[in-house]
């Protein structure tokens, strides 16, 4: 079993739409989560970190739910420019990247 | 600003030749990484270091080697290269401590032949 496991998609959706990821992570013991955005042929880039309590950026939503062990991110209003592959990170001992989702936003 | 420079970003090489991939952030960061991503597998950690001449192992070490003679630089070495090291090499580097953002840099493509 993967330590860190994602959906990997694509989600297509219309422009509006909402989109939530999940990501699932094995290690009871990690401490801090991220979420991070890679566009094509580019670096991850950090889009937010996850707080216990759920933490939101603008149209991005971020919930961390430790007993069941999974983090989720929530987009609302999806714009054409959100089309980028979403990654999650769990922290323990070390950085752990999921495979990462693919979103395609349409016209 | 921060940045995580790689100065090799696309290279081809031949099978057996030693590469060398570079990577300097200005950030005084204590932790620095290498990873490699292929399609479908997601981030790979090959090697990471905690501190200047320090080294340990990620969970693909194999056919690598990392150099770290001061703390701003970080090599990667492929010491005969083959086909199946054929993939994006991404540098980074973060800040020491547990949940410090780890910053990236822009990838070096290296294409094995």
């Known amino acids: 079993r993967k330590e860190v496991e994602q959906d990997p998609g694509p989600f297509n959706v219309p422009e509006g739409a909402t989109v939530a990821f999940n990501c699932t992570y094995s290690?009871?013991?990690?401490?801090?989560f991220f979420w991070y955005r890679q566009d094509c042929r580019k670096e991850p880039k950090l889009l937010m970190s996850?707080?216990?309590s759920g933490n939101e950026d603008g149209r991005f939503t971020a919930q961390l739910n430790r007993a069941s062990q999974y983090i989720s991110l929530l987009i609302r209003d999806s714009k054409l420019s959100d089309s980028a592959t979403y990654l999650c990170?769990?922290?323990?001992?070390?950085?752990?990247f999921g495979a990462g989702t693919r979103l395609t936003v349409k016209p | 600003d921060v940045k995580v420079t790689q100065s090799s970003r696309y290279l081809v090489k031949r099978t057996g030749e030693k590469v060398f991939l570079e990577c300097v952030q200005d950030m005084d960061h204590e932790n620095m990484f290498w990873y490699r991503q292929d399609p479908g597998l997601g981030l790979r950690l090959i090697y990471f270091?905690?501190?200047?001449?320090?080294?340990e192992k990620g969970d693909i070490p194999e056919g690598y080697s990392v150099s770290r003679e001061k703390k701003e630089r970080f090599s990667l070495i492929l010491e005969s290269a083959s086909t199946n090291q054929t993939s994006m090499y991404l540098c980074?580097?973060?800040?020491?401590?547990?949940?410090?953002?780890?910053?990236f840099g822009e990838g070096s493509w290296l294409t094995v032949v």
């Open positions: 270091s905690y501190d200047v001449k320090m080294k």
């Open positions: 990170v769990v922290n323990a001992d070390d950085m752990r």
């Open positions: 980074a580097s973060s800040a020491s401590g547990t949940g410090n953002t780890i910053y």
């Open positions: 290690n009871s013991a990690s401490q801090s």
């Open positions: 996850v707080y216990s």
